[in-house]
C-alpha cells in the first residue's frame, strides 16, 4: 500500500529557511518522479518543481530558481524540499505528489498529506 | 504555454449533474487529469487521462475531453462533493504541469 507521508508544520521568519521531508512508503522513490506543489490561502495549485530520485535531475519553476533545491534520499524512500530566502508570501501548504503516467503526459496519483509553512515575523 | 480556464463555481444540488469544464485552445490533444480537494485536505485523483478513474473513485466521476473544452462530469451528486476541483494537464515543452485555476462546487 502506497503512502506518502510529510513533515509536520513550521514556523518561520522571512528570511529564514525551511526544509520539508516526503517519505514514501509501499514503493521505491527511485522508480517515480516527485513533485512539490504549494497551495497559498484562497489561491490555486502552484507547482514548484520535481525531482527524478532515480538519476537526481530536476526542473525548477522559474519563479523559484536560486531558493529551492529538492533533493532525494534513496537510503530512506524520502524527498526533500528546501526553501531559502523565506517572504509572508510563502506562508502555504506544501505537497509532495508522486509522478504517474506516460512521459510527458504525467499526472499525481499519490499525494503526502501536506505540510503547513507560515511565514510570519 | 497552455492557461487552463475554469469557471470559479458551479452549484448544484444534491442528486443533480455537475459539470466542470477545462478550456484551452486544443486541449483536446493533451490527457487531461483531474483533482479533488476538500478543506484541510490532500488532493485526490479522480479523472486521470481524460477519463480513466483511479480504483476507489465511484463511477459518478467521469471526464470528457473534445475541441477546446474537458469536462468532468460528478452524477447524482452528494454533499460530500463539495471540494475544489482542478484540472491539470503536462506541459511536455517545458517538462512541468500546468493547473488550472480550479472551480468550487457548491451543494445547495
Known amino acids: 500500500q502506497v503512502q506518502v507521508v510529510q513533515s509536520g508544520g513550521e514556523v518561520k521568519k522571512p528570511g529564514a529557511s525551511v526544509k520539508v521531508s516526503c517519505k514514501a512508503s509501499?514503493?521505491?522513490?527511485?522508480?517515480?518522479?516527485i513533485s512539490w506543489v504549494r497551495r497559498a490561502p484562497g489561491q490555486g495549485p502552484e507547482w514548484m518543481g520535481w525531482i527524478s530520485a532515480y538519476n537526481g535531475h530536476t526542473n525548477y519553476a522559474q519563479k523559484f530558481q536560486g531558493r529551492v533545491s529538492m533533493t532525494t534520499d534513496t537510503s530512506t524512500n524520502t524527498a526533500y524540499l528546501e526553501l531559502r530566502s523565506l517572504r509572508s508570501d510563502d506562508t502555504a501548504e506544501y505537497f509532495c505528489a508522486r509522478h504517474q503516467g506516460d512521459y510527458g503526459e504525467y499526472y499525481f496519483d499519490h499525494w503526502g498529506q501536506g505540510t503547513l509553512v507560515t511565514v510570519s515575523s | 504555454s497552455y492557461v487552463l480556464t475554469q469557471p470559479p463555481s458551479v452549484s448544484v444540488a444534491p442528486g443533480q449533474t455537475a459539470r466542470i469544464t477545462c478550456g484551452e485552445n486544443n486541449i483536446a490533444s493533451k490527457s487531461v487529469h483531474w483533482y479533488q480537494q476538500r478543506p484541510g485536505q490532500a488532493p485526490v485523483l479522480v479523472v486521470y487521462?481524460?477519463?480513466d478513474r483511479p480504483s476507489g473513485i465511484p463511477a459518478r466521476f467521469s471526464g470528457s475531453n473534445s475541441g477546446n473544452t474537458a469536462t468532468l462530469t460528478i452524477s447524482r451528486v452528494e454533499t460530500g462533493d463539495e471540494a475544489d476541483y482542478y484540472c491539470q494537464v503536462w506541459e511536455s515543452g517545458s517538462d512541468h504541469p500546468i493547473f488550472g485555476g480550479g472551480t468550487k462546487l457548491n451543494v445547495l
Open positions: 487521462d481524460d477519463s
Open positions: 509501499g514503493y521505491t522513490l527511485t522508480s517515480y518522479g
